[in-house]
């Protein structure tokens, strides 16, 4: 396989676990661009990256850098996402990918123009546990699915100004932490959901701090999930089917599961991967499909992820002032 040239736009701490991952691969991240070029420096003196770029647009002009990894703020995703794809560049960017539906097709049809690998770093995805449950799942020895239920709880500095609460920064539960909970159920459900309740509880900035979320498709396959930036819960999944259920904590980059069959209760433990290695599943799958190898990168799973976001926001009339 082709030597990849890999550059990170933004240098927190995605990009600190994404330079580390690759160096486990024996890789080094080629560029680094941050909105704070005394940043960007320091990172690069870090993680031995060669180039660092003086303003973003250079990042883009620059011939050697074939992906980006974007993992700036998500209201500034549609900006970069843009301007990296018509420059010919593959990018696999933090999630939120965008703030909607529309931005997402926006870009995927920038992709698909200019013949580019588009991708959100979605680890659920990635995960070899993902992939291994889904045998397990196609094979028919759990029988059909009926009702996945997750929670997913954080306690946030209740400050309004950060990134997880403000609106001007398209903070809330739903983008930062529902789209793990989405992205789990639709990898679980035959089909995307069709039927979408919800109830929110709003912050006083104006942007969602807790929420519960049910749906249902056409197969009438269900799932519940419960979100909150201000009340901690565990990250636990539930994947419930005919002949046994799937329990999975941790579920963002889970390595381990437990399945307890129906029948008399039997418990078997799958383990696959390693959680601390998450960001390199998401690189060497991006890196197969960009050399035009299985494209393991399911864009059509976060565009189905990003149709509920936004058909929920929507429900809830809340709209960031980038979409006003």
Not at 3 to 16: K, N
Not at 118 to 135: F, G, I, R, S
Not at 189 to 216: C, R, Y
Not at 228 to 242: C, E, I, W, Y
Request: glycine share 6%.
């Amino acid at each position: 396989m082709k030597e990849y040239c890999w550059a990170a736009l933004g240098c927190g701490e995605i990009a600190r676990q994404l330079a580390e991952n690759m160096k486990k691969w024996g890789k080094t991240l080629y560029g680094v661009g941050n909105r704070s070029y005394e940043n960007a420096v320091k990172f690069a003196e870090t993680y031995g990256v060669e180039k660092v770029y003086d303003h973003v647009q250079d990042m883009f002009r620059d011939d050697k850098v074939d992906i980006i990894y974007l993992s700036t703020p998500h209201n500034t995703h549609i900006k970069y996402l843009i301007e990296a794809l018509n420059s010919g560049k593959h990018v696999l960017c933090e999630k939120s990918i965008t703030l909607n539906s529309h931005e997402l097709s926006e870009a995927a049809g920038l992709a698909d123009q200019n013949n580019l690998v588009l991708a959100e770093a979605m680890t659920v995805y990635h995960m070899p546990l993902y992939k291994k449950l889904k045998e397990i799942i196609t094979s028919g020895q759990l029988g059909p699915l009926r009702f996945v239920q997750l929670n997913f709880g954080s306690y946030k500095d209740y400050n309004m100004e950060n990134r997880f609460f403000s609106r001007n920064l398209a903070g809330g539960a739903l983008l930062d932490i529902g789209v793990y909970a989405l992205s789990f159920a639709r990898w679980f459900m035959t089909e995307t959901p069709d039927q979408i309740l919800s109830q929110v509880k709003f912050a006083p900035s104006g942007v969602d701090e807790q929420a519960g979320i049910l749906l249902m498709n056409k197969q009438q396959e269900m799932a519940s999930i419960s979100l909150s930036l201000h009340a901690k819960q565990p990250k636990r999944g539930t994947v419930a089917f005919d002949k046994g259920h799937i329990e999975i904590y941790e579920y963002p980059r889970a390595d381990k599961a437990v399945i307890t069959y129906t029948e008399d209760n039997r418990q078997e433990v799958i383990e696959a991967g390693n959680t601390d290695d998450a960001l390199l599943y998401e690189i060497l799958d991006m890196e197969k499909a960009v050399s035009g190898g299985c494209n393991e990168m399911h864009l059509e799973y976060t565009s189905d992820v990003m149709n509920m976001m936004t058909r929920i926001r929507n429900d809830w009339n809340m709209k960031y002032p980038e979409e006003s």
